[in-house]
């Protein structure tokens, strides 16, 4: 039982990479969506200070079209000014004249004041540009990565489950189901440690028997609290002196080595 035990810790440990890859693949999708949302950000802000710009300059061009209006009217009241023989007309066009001209200042004043905006606008568009262009190296660079990523975790998760089938065939077909529906069920871990006494899977204390029964590696022994399937590491001291395991570098302990017993023992029951 104890081999059997050790094959299911193997398993268990592939099976619990495999559903932390399978949480990172998951993820994937999200990271690219924040990273398009970045860029489509970037883009939409840049754009509204060009949308400013032209903005700017379609008002500027309408205030210069406004002063030629007043400019034109000026050269034909001139021209009238000259053909008149009334002083009263003459005055009236003059005064006409100096109106069009004050307007022509204050035209010109205000086309003045949207060609400073759109300097400081040019300059932010410029500097924005430029965060842009930085903005979408970064974003490329970062979707590269997880372009690299995702391939990397899928041949992962592929050299996993071959690996996981081999394993598999080598654990007796009951113990092995018994802890593919506890591996589903559980969300963590099927095969836990006893540690003083205790399950470290649902942090219970277990019966003396069940302590037992566990430690002599006989039989399978489930927690009689949760139903995980219960295995106690051996000691620090004893560890050495045993070869390590194939595959076994994320066992936080190995077990004591002890006679195998009949799959048939009371103690395994779902
Ligand atoms: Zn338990």
């Not at 018994?178 to 559980?186: D, G, H, P, V, W």
């Not at 001291?237 to 302990?253: E, N, V």
Request: hydrophobic share 35%.
């Amino acid at each position: 039982m104890q081999a059997e035990l050790e094959k299911l810790l193997i398993l268990q440990d592939r099976d619990q990479k495999i559903r932390q890859i399978g949480i990172e693949i998951r993820t994937l999708p999200q990271q690219r969506k924040n990273l398009e949302a970045q860029l489509a950000a970037t883009a939409a802000s840049l754009e509204s200070l060009k949308q400013r710009a032209r903005q700017l300059e379609v008002e500027r061009k309408k205030l210069e079209l406004d002063v030629g209006t007043r400019q034109s009217s000026i050269s034909r009241l001139k021209t009238q000014q000259y053909e008149t023989r009334k002083n009263d007309e003459f005055q009236a066009m003059g005064h006409e004249i100096e109106r069009y001209e004050k307007e022509i200042v204050q035209l010109e004043d205000q086309e003045l004041e949207l060609m400073e905006q759109a300097d400081k606008l040019r300059a932010e568009i410029a500097t924005a540009e430029k965060t842009a262009a930085a903005g979408r190296d970064s974003v490329s660079r970062q979707l590269a990565d997880l372009d690299e990523k995702t391939k990397t975790l899928q041949t992962q998760l592929e050299e996993l489950k071959n690996e996981r089938v081999q394993l598999s065939q080598n654990i007796d077909e009951e113990v092995r189901e018994r802890y593919e529906r506890l591996f589903a069920s559980k969300g963590d871990a099927a095969v836990v440690a006893v540690e003083h006494g205790v399950c470290t899977g649902c942090h219970m204390k277990v019966t003396t028997a069940t302590a037992v029964h566990a430690k002599s590696g006989n039989e399978i022994v489930s927690c009689e609290q949760c139903g995980r399937i219960l295995y106690v590491a051996e000691s620090p001291a004893t560890r050495k002196d045993r070869p390590r395991l194939a595959g076994a570098r994320s066992y936080k302990a190995k077990f004591y080595t002890l006679k195998r017993n009949s799959m048939t023992s009371p103690s395994f029951t779902t």
